[in-house]
């Protein structure tokens, strides 16, 4: 079954074509089809990686502002 975004992708590419298609030989793709459905994971991680984070970040200044320090020291 294929996905039609990356049907659609391949579709609109005109003449970058050849460009992609040298592209995803060079780097080891049996087809271009394949070529598109890597790049497309690897951008979904990489906003899941930049989600994850952005939480652990807010999760560390939250714990940093609950701590309280005694004004004697």
């Given at each position: 079954?294929?996905?039609?975004?990356?049907?659609?992708m391949?579709?609109?590419?005109?003449?970058?074509?050849?460009?992609?298609?040298?592209?995803?030989?060079?780097?080891?793709?049996?087809?271009?089809?394949?070529?598109?459905?890597?790049?497309?994971?690897?951008?979904q991680?990489?906003?899941?990686?930049?989600?994850?984070e952005?939480?652990?970040?807010?999760?560390?200044?939250?714990?940093?502002?609950?701590?309280?320090?005694?004004?004697?020291?």
């Amino acid at each position: 079954m294929q996905n039609q975004e990356i049907v659609k992708m391949i579709d609109n590419l005109k003449g970058r074509r050849g460009y992609e298609e040298k592209r995803a030989s060079k780097l080891g793709f049996s087809s271009l089809y394949a070529y598109f459905e890597d790049k497309i994971l690897k951008k979904q991680k990489a906003i899941e990686d930049e989600q994850k984070e952005l939480e652990a970040t807010k999760i560390e200044s939250q714990t940093k502002t609950n701590k309280k320090s005694c004004g004697c020291c």
